[in-house]
């Protein structure tokens, strides 16, 4: 059975999924079916494309650590006595 990554067009989620011959897939998040198939990498290692993913992952994760650096922020002055 492949793995297949997909990309929902209705909540824009990327996510893989086991998909067996004759099966419909739908995204897990919003349980939309319009879906596009990704072009998976996952053959691909060279050291461009590791830099490439190290870096995507390092924005992805950046915008969490902003996030949470707020809410930490908004937590201590509001409970603050």
Same mark, same amino acid.
Request: glycine share 4%; charged share 25%.
């Given at each position: 059975?492949?793995?297949? /990554?997909?990309?929902?067009?209705a909540?824009?989620?990327q996510? /893989?999924?086991i @998909?067996?011959?004759?099966?419909?897939?739908?995204?897990?998040?919003?349980?939309?079916? &319009?879906?596009?198939?990704?072009?998976?990498?996952?053959? @691909?290692?060279?050291?461009?494309?590791?830099?490439?993913?190290?870096?995507?992952?390092?924005?992805?994760?950046?915008?969490v650590?902003r &996030?949470?650096?707020q809410?930490?922020y /908004?937590?201590?002055?509001?409970? /603050?006595?």
């Amino acid at each position: 059975m492949p793995i297949f /990554e997909y990309t929902c067009r209705a909540c824009s989620r990327q996510f /893989e999924l086991i @998909v067996r011959t004759g099966d419909t897939p739908a995204c897990p998040a919003c349980g939309g079916g &319009d879906l596009e198939k990704m072009i998976s990498l996952f053959a @691909v290692d060279s050291s461009s494309s590791r830099s490439l993913a190290l870096n995507s992952a390092r924005k992805r994760n950046a915008k969490v650590t902003r &996030d949470k650096a707020q809410a930490d922020y /908004e937590y201590v002055r509001n409970h /603050e006595h």
